[in-house]
């Protein structure tokens, strides 16, 4: 069974994105553009991917990818991508992106099943790496901490998850981040839930 594995930076203080939605904080941060080759080590294990609204959007704006389809497979490769949104969002030429509305739960076993048996990556944003959370089928977060802070911004994860459902696996530092890898307890999320 695939794993769903919340894979994200943030900043110290614990911000995916400032208060507009954008990334350009992370990208400033050296080695923020995810050349890491433990990272793509964990890119070759993912079968697809899922993403928020503001994640995709900001995206497929910042790097033009509707003008400029063919930057997509040099990102995401050939995997399909599923973005959750209750807006109409443009479609990336030539990309396997599928848009939904509603429950993650109901969602999953499509999710899966266009995994090709290899990991989900729950790219972001906070709020939807929190819905699986809430429907027990996040098994891991691994976060990257940057060296930088914001004032102001989006959560990391804004939830409620206590030391009872998380086990620290792995600690690095890669280049200027610190990475943290959390087992989630998906038992206790559904028996809670």
């Given amino acids: 069974m695939p794993r769903a594995i919340f894979y994200t930076a943030t900043t110290l203080n614990g911000f995916l994105a400032d208060e507009h939605d954008s990334l350009d904080w992370l ?12 990272f793509r080590a964990f890119l070759d294990g993912i079968g697809v991917l899922v993403q928020g609204s503001s994640t995709y959007e900001w995206v497929v704006e910042h790097e033009d990818l509707v003008a400029h389809p063919e ?3 040099a990102y995401y490769g050939d995997r399909p991508t599923w973005v959750f949104s209750t807006r109409e969002l443009p479609a990336v030429p030539g990309a396997d992106v ?7 739960g109901e969602v999953w076993p499509a999710i899966v099943a266009s995994a090709a048996g290899r990991d989900v990556w729950i790219v972001g944003g906070g709020d939807l790496a929190g819905q699986f959370a809430d429907a027990g089928l996040l098994d891991e977060i691994r976060v990257s901490i940057a060296p930088a802070t914001l004032p102001t911004g989006k959560p990391l994860l804004p939830r409620a998850l206590g030391a009872d459902r998380l086990t620290l696996t792995a600690v690095r530092q890669a280049g200027a981040f610190a990475e943290l890898t959390y087992a989630v307890d998906a038992a206790r999320e559904r028996s809670a839930g």
């Fill in 27 to 38: 990208f400033a941060a050296p080695g923020g553009e995810g050349g890491d080759a433990d």
């Fill in 71 to 73: 930057k997509w497979p």
């Fill in 98 to 104: 599928r848009f939904v509305r509603g429950d993650v």
